[in-house]
C-alpha cells in the first residue's frame, strides 16, 4: 500500500513538471525552428531539421549586447546593495534591541505585500525630481525597495540561527563587534546570502514594467525590453523572439543549476527562526 502511494506520487509529481516545463520545451523548441514549421499546421513537437538562423538574427540585433550591459549592470548592482545594506540590518535586528524594532519588522512585511503597479507614479515623481529617470542607477535605487525586505527578512533568520556564544567567543580572543561578525558570522551566512543573492538577481533580470517606464534610451534598456522589437506593426518575428528568451533565461538557468544545492540549504535553514 504505502509503495503503491508512492508510486502515485512520483507519478503526480512528473504530471506536475511536465506541466509546468511544457512552455519552456516549446520556447527552446519554437527557437530551433524554421520560419515555415513556427505556425505549421498539425504542430510538430520536434523540429524537423533544427536552425540557427533565429538565433543569429537574435544576436545580430542592433541593441542586443548594450542591453545585455544594462542587465548585467543593473543585475549585480542591485544584488551587491542589496546584500551589502540587508547584511547590515538583518545583523541589527537579530542582535539589538532597540525601540521600534518589532514595527520595523511589521513594516518589512508590508512592504513586500505593496503590488508593484501600487508603486510606479510615485516612484517615477520621486527620481524624476531627483534626476535620476533614464538612468541605470536610478533603476537600481527602485529595485531595492523590492529586493532589500526580502534580503533582511531571510538574513535575519539565518544570523539568529548563528549562536551568540560564536561571536562573545572571538570579542573574548580580541575581536571587536565588527571583527566577529566578518570572522564568525559572515561565513555562516553564506548559504543565505546565495539564496538572497538569486532572489535579487533573478528579480532585476525578469523585471519589465519599471524599466519600461524609467529608462527611454534604447541603448540603456534591459534584454526583457529588447524582447518586445521582435514585435512590430508588420507582426511578431516568434522564431527570433522564442530565440531571444531562450538566450534571456540561459544566464538565470545556468547559475541556478550551478547552486541550486545552497539555494535548497539556504531556504530551508533560513525558514527555521525569524
Known amino acids: 500500500m504505502r509503495r503503491q502511494r508512492s508510486l502515485g506520487h512520483d507519478l503526480l509529481g512528473l504530471l506536475v513538471a511536465a506541466v509546468i516545463g511544457f512552455p519552456i520545451y516549446w520556447m527552446v523548441l519554437t527557437a530551433f525552428r524554421p520560419a515555415n514549421?513556427?505556425?505549421?499546421?498539425?504542430?510538430?513537437?520536434?523540429?524537423?531539421?533544427?536552425?540557427?538562423?533565429?538565433?543569429?538574427?537574435a544576436l545580430g540585433s542592433e541593441t542586443f549586447w548594450d542591453n545585455v550591459r544594462s542587465s548585467?549592470?543593473?543585475?549585480?548592482?542591485?544584488?551587491?546593495?542589496?546584500?551589502?545594506?540587508?547584511?547590515?540590518?538583518?545583523?541589527?535586528?537579530?542582535?539589538?534591541?532597540?525601540?521600534?524594532r518589532k514595527a520595523f519588522v511589521v513594516v518589512i512585511l508590508v512592504v513586500q505585500m505593496?503590488?508593484?503597479?501600487?508603486?510606479?507614479?510615485?516612484?517615477?515623481?520621486?527620481?524624476n525630481d531627483a534626476g535620476l529617470t533614464d538612468s541605470l542607477s536610478g533603476v537600481?535605487?527602485?529595485?531595492?525597495?523590492?529586493?532589500?525586505?526580502?534580503?533582511v527578512w531571510m538574513l535575519r533568520g539565518f544570523i539568529d540561527g548563528v549562536p551568540v556564544e560564536l561571536e562573545e567567543a572571538a570579542m573574548v580572543d580580541g575581536c571587536g563587534r565588527l571583527g566577529a561578525f566578518r570572522r564568525v558570522v559572515l561565513p555562516l551566512l553564506a548559504p543565505g546570502i546565495v539564496a538572497t543573492s538569486v532572489f535579487a538577481l533573478v528579480q532585476a533580470w525578469n523585471e519589465y514594467v519599471l524599466v519600461y517606464i524609467l529608462l527611454s534610451t534604447p541603448e540603456k534598456q534591459?534584454?526583457?525590453?529588447?524582447?518586445?522589437?521582435?514585435?512590430t506593426s508588420r507582426g511578431t518575428d516568434y522564431g527570433g523572439l522564442m530565440?531571444?528568451?531562450?538566450?534571456?533565461?540561459?544566464?538565470?538557468?545556468?547559475?541556478?543549476?550551478?547552486?541550486?544545492?545552497?539555494?535548497?540549504?539556504?531556504?530551508?535553514?533560513?525558514?527555521?527562526?525569524g
Do not use: C, H, M
Request: proline share 7%.
Open 243 to 273: 530565440a531571444g528568451a531562450t538566450l534571456t533565461a540561459l544566464p538565470v538557468v545556468v547559475f541556478f543549476l550551478i547552486i541550486q544545492r545552497r539555494i535548497a540549504s539556504g531556504l530551508a535553514a533560513g525558514a527555521v527562526k
Open 37 to 57: 514549421e513556427i505556425l505549421s499546421l498539425p504542430p510538430r513537437f520536434w523540429p524537423g531539421r533544427p536552425s540557427w538562423d533565429n538565433f543569429s538574427r
Open 222 to 231: 534591459t534584454v526583457s525590453i529588447w524582447l518586445v522589437s521582435f514585435t
Open 72 to 100: 548585467v549592470l543593473i543585475g549585480l548592482g542591485t544584488v551587491v546593495v542589496s546584500l551589502v545594506i540587508g547584511t547590515l540590518a538583518a545583523f541589527a535586528l537579530a542582535r539589538f534591541r532597540f525601540r521600534g
Open 114 to 127: 505593496v503590488p508593484l503597479t501600487a508603486l510606479i507614479i510615485p516612484l517615477y515623481l520621486l527620481l
Open 140 to 151: 537600481i535605487l527602485t529595485y531595492l525597495v523590492f529586493t532589500l525586505p526580502f534580503t
